[in-house]
């Protein structure tokens, strides 16, 4: 699966912006057709997204389209020049059920064959930011193998239940947490909230380690400042692999001596610390660490 540490949006009508995220060496860029997007310039975002993806170099960077909601009007026209400029990835806001997940894993798959390309090529992301995809959250996350990811969104979020946000995030506490657990229950991943003080790159990082210690494996990020600071939350530290592999070896030499629980610097490592040492491997390989 492709790494989504840091996944970038910019509005599909500028230009400026996506040559500038093309040169950032960010593992996710996303170009958006949604809320980033004034309704005036919906139909000319798509072409500018279209040029700059034939045009453009984007290096080792994951090239995402995020298309309108289902039920907008605009998600038909959206995914089908969105799929024309053969992006990576398709990024859906606002999913609520399961039938939306299908239905666009349907029309992604007709693409595919039509155009010889091959089957669940093109990978899906989700937002689920409303009260009612919280809710749905199970049937969505197991609703299609063309899944990689489920996007939280914490704006849309409050908006729909009513919250006010607040730095300490709390209101939006219970479904961050409930995305994490539906994301590992199926190998998807989970990408944090916005954080949308762009100029409070402290504030960002306390947010960002947060998340990274929920178990979210990337954020989200609308400024080229956050870009840095949230990779680096989102990759484990040279002393967290240290540890992780340390606990792994003597794992395996406490099992040969028929220990299932011992001590290493003085705290207790049974079977659940060895799995998310083995966690932590997977992100630090999953980040080109090791
Ligand atoms: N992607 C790529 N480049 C970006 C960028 C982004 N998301 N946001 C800013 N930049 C660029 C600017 O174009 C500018 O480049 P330049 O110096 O070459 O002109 C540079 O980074 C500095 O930008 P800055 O002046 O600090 O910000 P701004 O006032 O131009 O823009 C926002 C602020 C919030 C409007 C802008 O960051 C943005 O559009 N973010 C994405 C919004 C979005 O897509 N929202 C929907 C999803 S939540
Ligand atoms: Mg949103």
Known sequence: MHSRRA?????????????????????CICMDLEDGTALSKKV???????QAMKELDFGNSERCIRINSIGSGFEKDDLASAL???????????????????????????YELSNGLTLGGIRLLIGVETAKGILNLKEIAEADKRLDAIIFGAEDYAASVGARRTKEATE????????????????????DMVYIDFRDLEGLRREAEQGAGFGFS??????????AVVQEAFTPSDEAIEYAKRVVESFEISQKEGKGAYALDGK???MPLLKNAQKVLERARAAGKR
Request: aromatic content about 4%; charged content about 25%; overall charge negative.
């Open 7 to 27: 996944l970038l949006y910019m509005p599909g009508s500028d230009r400026r912006k996506i040559e500038k995220a093309a040169t950032l060496g960010v593992d």
């Open 44 to 50: 000319e975002a798509r072409a500018v997204i279209a």
């Open 84 to 110: 024309a400029a053969r992006p990576d990835s398709i990024v859906v806001p606002k999913i609520e059920t399961a039938e939306q997940v299908k239905w666009v894993s349907e029309q992604i798959e007709s």
């Open 172 to 191: 939006v506490l219970y479904p961050r947490q409930a995305v994490v657990a539906a994301c590992a229950a199926n190998d998807l991943q989970a990408i």
């Open 218 to 227: 990337g954020k989200q990020v609308i400024h080229p400042n956050q870009v």
């Open 268 to 270: 207790m490592i049974d």
